[in-house]
T-cell receptor, first 110, second 112 residues
Framework: DGGITQSPKYLFRKEGQNVTLSCEQN?????MYWYRQDPGQGLRLIYY???????QKGDIAEGYSVSREKKESFPLTVTSAQKNPTAFYLC?????????FGQGTRLTVV | QQQVKQSPQSLIVQKGGISIINCAYE??????FPWYQQFPGKGPALLIAIRPDVSEKKEGRFTISFNKSAKQFSLHIMDSQPGDSATYFCAACTSGTYKYIFGTGTRLKVLA
């Protein structure tokens, strides 16, 4: 079954901890993205990657880090430097301008 | 110039009515305009998309109207159903840049 898999669906983090959100795709897409969505708001771009071993900062990259060691995988680490990390995180991949999203990870700071 | 402005913020429509959501952009380099549908707690799903070489695209009850000179595009949902109740996002992209600019979303509620 082709698609984008995000895990976990729910994640709780204590203040001061780093957490890593997983994103895997088997669509053979070159480009992958991470977006943050806050309640009642649109999607804000955190990082994106066009090819393996290369990625670019989006509009709100501060406090986040990514890696792209494999075409299929684009994990996002939310570091302790991110002051307000509670949000819904969406991973996407695209080919020929068509972007597809995973089902999201809801991160809550406790 | 990178913004995509979406309106209205929320919309209530009677079952069977027409839902219309509008988006406007400034960057004339944009050449791909998708619409996404998002249900609560789920990721957005690609609904329909258009390129500026056509003025209209229809898929079932969903139609995109595109006005290149006005730099506007809109989503029309015909015969709206309660199951259409969701948040809709417009977006714009320039081919090859891999960067999508999203509107702020429209929360649609269709009354039964």
């Amino acid at each position: 079954d082709g698609g984008i898999t995000q895990s976990p669906k729910y994640l709780f983090r204590k203040e001061g901890q780093n957490v890593t959100l997983s994103c895997e795709q088997n669509l053979n897409h070159d480009a992958m993205y991470w977006y943050r969505q806050d309640p009642g708001q649109g999607l804000r771009l955190i990082y994106y990657s066009q090819i393996v071993n290369d990625f670019q900062k989006g509009d709100i990259a501060e406090g986040y880090s990514v890696s792209r060691e494999k075409k299929e995988s684009f994990p996002l680490t939310v570091t302790s430097a991110q002051k307000n990390p509670t949000a819904f995180y969406l991973c996407a991949s695209s080919k020929a301008s068509r972007a597809f999203f995973g089902q999201g990870t809801r991160l809550t700071v406790v | 110039q990178q913004q995509v402005k979406q309106s209205p913020q929320s919309l209530i429509v009677q079952k069977g009515g027409i839902s219309i959501i509008n988006c406007a952009y400034e960057n004339t380099a944009f050449d791909y305009f998708p619409w996404y549908q998002q249900f609560p707690g789920k990721g957005p799903a690609l609904l329909i998309a258009i390129r500026p070489d056509v003025s209209e695209k229809k898929e079932g009850r969903f139609t995109i109207s595109f006005n290149k000179s006005a730099k506007q595009f809109s989503l029309h949902i015909m015969d709206s159903q309660p199951g259409d109740s969701a948040t809709y996002f417009c977006a714009a992209c320039t081919s090859g840049t891999y960067k999508y600019i999203f509107g702020t979303g429209t929360r649609l509620k269709v009354l039964a």
